[in-house]
């Protein structure tokens, strides 16, 4: 079974102040996103970005065959949510977007404004795959790195701006890793041996960054270091990061000013890991993965693109 999670970029209805501005292009963009989802083949695909729920059906409706799909309720100001795409029957367990109580709110803005709550919610559901034991994912969509400013600015006035924009943006997706993981603790119930858990989806910054870090609950077993092959207390409440697993020639997953980087994570419980077979970013086996647009600081200017400018990012499991 393959699992994956996905940034489909803006995906919205035509017409739209976000999405594309006529029905060629939205047309075109189903198109080249059903054309990846049907390359990549996935199990259970957990999704970003998605503004209008009826574009998901629409995109459901081109890849053809039986999908389910469930959405968050708690999209941002400008209606983008998180969702999953399944070939297996999926329940909602949690969808949530509040702080974990003794997380006070973040300053957002210049004036002080505060939110105890993530910009996008997240979303964990149960699925049970036709092999192996159920599994329980949640998927979620980090603050971006790229920045936005008052009055729909993606420039700053000045440095100062810039500098306070960015410990803001911090400030944000720092307490939303926070509130992941704490949904992540709750899944896991100190069963990571017993429970297959999977975390996935757009967390905007890359395998070194904090707020990813902060994500795998008790540091020191990582892929790749000296305590991986010691079990420990810990691996009952551990989320691993299979970054390490993906080939380095394809490890990232957008392009940001000409510079690849991996945003997109997955991270599984104790129970899933010796159950990963392989890990990639792309498409999966031999297939060509498409290149990947260099994004900046105008993400607007992608308006009328098709696809996306993110890669997926998938395990294969054994069964």
Not at 57 to 70: D, I, P, Q, R, Y
Not at 236 to 259: C, K, M
């Amino acid at each position: 079974m393959l699992l994956g999670t996905w940034n489909l970029e803006n995906l919205y209805l035509p017409g739209g102040p976000f999405g594309p501005s006529d029905k060629a292009s939205y047309e075109a963009k189903l198109a080249a996103l059903a054309e990846t989802v049907t390359a990549l083949d996935p199990g259970l695909l957990g999704v970003q970005e998605v503004g209008d729920p009826q574009a998901l059906t629409e995109l459901t409706s081109v890849l053809g065959g039986t999908w389910h799909t469930a959405l968050s309720e708690h999209a941002d100001s400008r209606g983008i949510r998180v969702g999953f795409l399944s070939r297996h029957p999926i329940t909602v367990v949690a969808d949530t977007d509040a702080f974990p109580g003794q997380l006070h709110a973040v300053q957002s803005d210049d004036h002080a404004d505060l939110t105890a709550r993530m910009g996008r919610g997240a979303l964990a559901v149960r699925v049970e795959p036709d092999q192996g034991p159920e599994i329980v994912a949640a998927v979620c969509h980090l603050k971006s790195k790229l920045l936005s400013y008052p009055g729909g600015r993606f420039q700053p006035r000045d440095e100062g701006e810039r500098a306070r924009y960015a410990a803001y943006a911090l400030f944000r997706r720092a307490a939303e890793a926070t509130t992941l993981r704490a949904l992540a603790d709750t899944l896991l119930d100190g069963q990571g041996k017993q429970r297959a858990v999977v975390v996935l989806g757009d967390l905007n910054d890359e395998v070194g960054a904090a707020t990813t870090q902060l994500l795998q609950g008790p540091p020191g077993s990582e892929i790749g270091t000296p305590g991986f092959e010691r079990p420990d207390k810990g691996d009952a409440h551990r989320l691993w990061n299979v970054a390490p697993l993906i080939p380095q020639d394809r490890r990232f997953s957008r392009i940001h000013s000409g510079r690849p980087e991996l945003i997109d994570h997955i991270l599984v419980s104790h129970r899933l890991l010796n159950r990963v077979e392989s890990a990639g970013a792309g498409l999966s086996g031999t297939a060509t993965p498409q290149p990947l647009p260099s994004v900046d600081e105008s993400p607007a200017e992608r308006r009328d693109a098709a696809g996306s400018d993110h890669a997926p990012v998938w395990i294969r499991l054994r069964s």
